[in-house]
């Protein structure tokens, strides 16, 4: 069945869309990420333009993020101090984020930047995150328990000024490092189209020692919040967020993401962790090889102004 | 304005011609309009045409014609790639400011083969032609751009030349069909079609074309371009309310 999306201006097979977000949603059920790493590069290969690609699975993300936001909620496994700190860095930073979006586009270099963004992120976290879960695999494997030790508190990030008690973390931190990582993040997914959860958690684990129990919930609702943000800066700044698609993309994704969650249930979590460093790497991988292989046309046309 | 011009320019030409050449033509399209609706994979426009008055006593069909489908112009920007550090990445590029979204040229079978490169350029009937204007600083090396921008142009079906597509039904009657592929942009279009007889231009016509989008898919791109805000947050609230259904439906089993 085709569809015309009226801000891609495509007509498209509805079912490869369903299809998309369906298999991402299953994903990210799965691993229990958000999916917009796997879905924005998926849309790009398939022939929508980055800047669409990018727009249109902020609201995506968005919806695949209530649900579970509202369960943590609910199982107060969200810290809301916290929260709020990290989205005040987070709008900031989406700010930015699409004022560097919307210039690197009018150069003709966004392509190529989020390709290279793609490649050092993916690249980065998912090495580390095999590197983890292959020690954690070694280890089940010589019947060691698993190491789960939380790191001591000698981090120089924790002895800035500007501290504050976040209750629900048992945690008395500086508020800078909270507000930057917020920032950073923030302005990665606005130009990347991701969640960007799979930074998030590792970071407030490692860097600011938050413990796991709402490391997700907190991440999630920031995601949500960002991400709505993202939504609307996009739709103002360049008028990119393609509603059908993004319909196609949430129906898809929300029925894919339960038959995931079913599976992810089911498997061992040091198996999921290396699968899903696997799949990050593979992602990378794949934007290694549109950088340097060369392109199918040496040229390409757009609109001097406005939306292509 | 193009359609005045016409107009005009075809008049000089018969008071020039005087009597001798006083056939008049008359043409129609299929459609004066194109809805890109939400379920729009294309469209078909057909173009028919008469000679009146047409010395057809000899019985010989000595008529040619060319009809060219004209879309809006646009200001492009043409991009080239070289390799920086081994990486791909648009480094020069050149802008051109009145580039036809959609140029179609279809021509009689023996126009093609037997028009002279003065009578294509006159009435640009070839991309070669087309002469996009732009900065000028640009040298002749420049027009590897153009080129490249004709070359992508036809790979996306959005400039094409057919030179057997109009057919003659009589000695003096003509159809052609062209289409429109569905990522066309939207706008008025100009359908010319021009008359020749032995590379002389004996009539013109221009009608116009529009191309809109229309229902559902029109509103939401109206929605988006009106009220960018508005659009924005009910894009969010669209999302938050699915995954608050989502899970709630799933919850339950």
């Known amino acids: 069945m085709q569809l015309y999306l009226p801000i891609a201006e495509l007509t498209v097979n509805i079912f490869v869309y369903l299809g998309m977000g369906a298999a991402v949603g299953f994903i990210s059920g799965m691993f229990g990420v958000g999916g917009g790493f796997l879905l924005t590069p998926l849309l790009i290969f398939s022939g929508i333009s980055p800047a669409v690609a990018v727009a249109t699975v902020t609201p995506q993300i968005v919806a695949s993020s209530t649900s579970a936001a509202i369960s943590y909620w609910r199982r107060r496994m969200i810290d809301p101090q916290l929260t709020m700190f990290l989205i005040v860095g987070g709008v900031t930073g989406s700010w930015l984020g699409v004022r560097v979006f919307t210039m690197l586009r009018s150069l003709g270099q966004l392509d190529v930047i989020i390709s290279l963004s793609y490649v050092t992120f993916l690249g980065l976290i998912g090495g580390l995150m095999l590197r983890e879960a292959l020690r954690s695999f070694l280890r089940a494997r010589r019947g060691r328990p698993p190491n789960l030790r939380r790191g001591r508190h000698h981090n120089w990030l924790l002895g800035l000024p500007f501290k504050v008690r976040f209750r629900r973390s048992k945690l008395y931190v500086s508020v800078i490092p909270v507000i930057l990582l917020g920032l950073s993040i923030g302005f990665l997914g606005t130009v990347l189209g991701i969640g960007g959860g799979f930074i998030m958690v590792p970071a407030l684990i490692y860097l600011l020692r938050v413990p796991s129990n709402v490391v997700i919930g907190t991440s999630l609702g920031y995601i949500l919040f960002t991400m709505a943000l993202a939504t609307v800066l996009h739709s103002l700044e360049n008028g990119a967020v393609d509603l059908m698609l993004a319909c196609l993309l949430i129906v898809g994704g929300v029925v894919g993401a339960q038959f995931g969650a079913q599976i992810g249930q089911a498997m061992r979590g040091d198996q999921l962790r290396l699968f899903l460093a696997l799949l990050v790497l593979a992602v990378a991988l794949r934007f290694l090889l549109n950088l340097f292989l060369p392109p199918a046309s040496l040229y390409s046309i757009a609109l001097l102004q406005g939306i292509g | ?253």
């Open chain 2, 1 to 253: 304005m193009m359609r005045f011009l016409l107009a005009l320019a075809l008049f000089s030409g018969l008071l020039v011609c005087g009597p001798a050449s006083a056939e008049k033509l008359v043409s129609t399209l299929s459609d004066d309009a194109v809805e890109i609706t939400s379920n729009f994979t294309g469209s078909n426009i057909t173009v028919f045409g008469a000679v009146d008055g047409a010395k057809s006593a000899s019985g010989e069909r000595d008529y040619e014609v060319a009809i060219v489908v004209a879309g809006p112009q646009m200001p492009l920007v043409v991009r080239r790639k070289g390799q920086v550090a081994g990486i791909w990445i648009n480094t020069a590029s050149r802008e051109f400011y009145n580039v036809p979204s959609f140029y179609v040229i279809h021509m009689s079978e023996n126009l093609n083969d037997a028009a002279s490169q003065q009578l294509l350029a006159r009435y640009k009937l070839d991309f070669a032609d087309l002469g996009f204007s732009r900065d000028a600083s640009y040298t002749p090396q420049d027009e590897a751009f153009a080129k490249a921008l004709v070359e992508l142009k036809k790979q996306k079906e959005l400039f094409v030349k057919r030179g057997d597509a109009v057919t003659f039904l009589a000695p003096n009657v003509f159809r052609t069909t062209f289409h429109l592929p569905s990522a066309i942009p939207v706008g008025t279009y100009h359908v010319s079609v021009f008359l020749f007889r032995h590379e002389e231009l004996v009539a013109a016509e221009v009608q116009s074309l529009l191309v809109e989008k229309s229902g559902f898919s029109d509103r939401i791109a109206r929605f988006s371009t009106e009220q960018p805000l508005l659009y924005g947050l009910f894009a969010v609230m669209v999302a938050v309310f699915t995954g608050w259904m989502a899970g709630i439906i799933f919850r339950r089993n």
